[in-house]
T-cell receptor
Framework: GAVVSQHPSWVICKSGTSVKIECRSL??????MFWYRQFPKQSLMLMAT?????????EQGVEKDKFLINHASLTLSTLTVTSAHPEDSSFYIC????????????FGSGTRLTVV | DAKTTQPPSMDCAEGRAANLPCNHS???????VYWYRQIHSQGPQYIIH???NNETNEMASLIITEDRKSSTLILPHATLRDTAVYYC?????????????FGTGTSLTVIP
């Protein structure tokens, strides 16, 4: 079946540094990927839609200069959290459409970011 | 924005059917109902989806009311591994750019 891989699965960084999270579609091409953030005991919140070869579309209230998204190929999208602060600590999840039709989207296993 | 309402939590005895309700009273004619579940600290897993007809697959059954304003996900024989948060999502079906907006979901606990 379709697989979306995220790397790293967890990361700890110092406040003020930047962290890059990768999202790869392993056996299919994804022109569109989505990035979500999930705080403890809360639901997934859509952050942005990543489009291959063009600028990402951000949801209202999401700082595009802080959460940089690059979708340079049909199998890779990256999310960079710049100048991370402790409040950016969260579970970040990506997803991609895994086939034609309305089957749905495959989600990655998520990245746990802890900013200290 | 999420357009579904689900009970925050439910319990189910192991081996029994788990029936998870979802209200989507503002659903549009071209919107599908999707169900995903999320086991702790993992990415959501697709379960099933439907437009207006009832659907069944190896994981679950989806019952959609005739007016499409509500649906029920049925796990026929719940196991401990089915303990998870279940999300009901309505979304326009076609096109790669149509986002999934998650609501609060139902936390299902399967009890031995």
């Amino acid at each position: 079946g379709a697989v979306v891989s995220q790397h790293p699965s967890w990361v700890i960084c110092k406040s003020g540094t930047s962290v890059k999270i990768e999202c790869r579609s392993l056996d299919f091409q994804a022109t569109t990927m989505f990035w979500y953030r999930q705080f403890p005991k809360q639901s997934l919140m859509l952050m942005a839609t990543s489009n291959e070869g063009s600028k990402a579309t951000y949801e209202q209230g999401v700082e595009k200069d802080k959460f940089l998204i690059n979708h340079a190929s049909l199998t890779l999208s990256t999310l960079t959290v710049t100048s991370a602060h402790p409040e950016d600590s969260s579970f970040y999840i990506c997803s991609a459409r895994s086939g034609a039709g309305t089957y749905g989207y495959t989600f990655g296993s998520g990245t746990r970011l802890t900013v200290v | 924005d999420a357009k579904t309402t689900q009970p925050p939590s439910m319990d189910c005895a192991e081996g029994r059917a788990a029936n998870l309700p979802c209200n989507h009273s503002t659903i549009s004619g071209n919107e599908y109902v999707y169900w995903y579940r999320q086991i702790h600290s993992q990415g959501p897993q697709y379960i099933i989806h439907g437009l207006k007809n009832n659907e069944t697959n190896e994981m679950a059954s989806l019952i959609i009311t005739e007016d499409r304003k509500s649906s029920t996900l049925i796990l026929p024989h719940a196991t401990l591994r089915d303990t998870a948060v279940y999300y009901c999502i309505v979304r326009v079906g076609v096109g790669t750019g149509n986002q999934f907006y998650f609501g609060t979901g139902t936390s299902l606990t399967v009890i031995p």
